[in-house]
């Protein structure tokens, strides 16, 4: 299985912090946020992780080299469009299955083995354990499928996490949906509205459920402090940047 991290954003809410640097390599008690996501990414399952970088980007290519040949780092030139165009860029280099997620999330490891543990087909990791806000991604389910994946859901049944598995057996599936996204909501689509079509389509996403185990997102200012508290006091995140 591959993952592909999408990190190609301006992170303009976080400004000035990312005036000139992309907001996966923002620091987090002293390290990128790059290296708390690769580390949730050590897994037996996860055999190559394809980081789809686009402003500063050859500041992340520069960073990235510590990590080894198991990171390839794809460029978008359009990073200042929606995510769905990074989706684009990544998927001429999938061969197989694959983990979706943002480049702006930090997941404990256990959330990574179990959401490959539970997922079939096409999947999205959701939660239930929190308040959901107005600029929190929504999930309404209709018979165990995702119907309904947006913000703006009054309704809705959980959260969701910011990863999407697709089996191998999907793939042409999802890339035709990626394609369709594209064509029908135009260049500044995110990446969920793909889910959204195919829900629409009738492909019956499904959602597993990783609630109890915690996550942080940065998109404001107030996010990274509470990330620096969050990884501060929670073994769980720490312990995803090697021992040195």
């Given amino acids: 299985m591959q993952a592909v991290l999408l990190a190609a954003g301006m992170g303009i809410r976080l400004r000035p912090y990312t005036e000139e640097l992309p907001k996966t390599l923002l620091e987090v008690q002293g390290r990128p946020v790059v290296d708390y996501i690769l580390g949730s990414l050590d897994v037996p399952q996860i ?3 394809l980081v789809v970088g686009g402003f500063e980007f050859p500041r992340l290519v520069a960073h990235l080299e510590c990590h080894g040949g198991r990171v390839r780092p794809i460029e978008n030139t359009d ?3 929606g995510s769905v165009r990074t989706v ?3 998927l001429p280099f ?3 299955s694959f983990l979706l997620l943002n480049g702006d999330h930090i997941h404990p490891r256990e959330m990574i083995r179990r959401f490959i543990a539970g997922a079939e087909g096409i999947a999205c990791a959701c ?3 929190r308040e959901l806000g107005a600029d929190d991604m929504k999930i309404r389910l209709r018979g165990g499928a995702v119907h309904r994946i947006d913000k703006q859901l009054t309704e809705f049944d959980c959260g969701y996490i910011g990863m999407t598995i697709c089996h191998a057996e999907q793939l042409e599936t999802y890339r035709a949906y ?3 996204t594209l064509e029908s909501r135009g260049e500044a689509a995110n990446v969920e509205a793909i889910v959204q079509e195919l829900a629409d389509g009738g492909e019956r996403p499904t959602a597993v459920d990783l609630s109890g185990l915690g996550w942080v997102e940065l998109d404001t200012e107030d996010d990274l402090r509470n990330a620096n508290l969050q990884v501060r ?3 769980n995140l720490r312990a995803l940047l090697p021992i040195e």
């Fill in 47 to 49: 055999e190559e992780v």
């Fill in 79 to 81: 990073y200042r469009v």
């Fill in 88 to 90: 684009e860029k990544a």
């Fill in 94 to 96: 999938v061969q197989g």
């Fill in 127 to 129: 939660d239930r354990d």
């Fill in 178 to 180: 990626a394609a369709r």
């Fill in 233 to 235: 006091d929670n073994p």
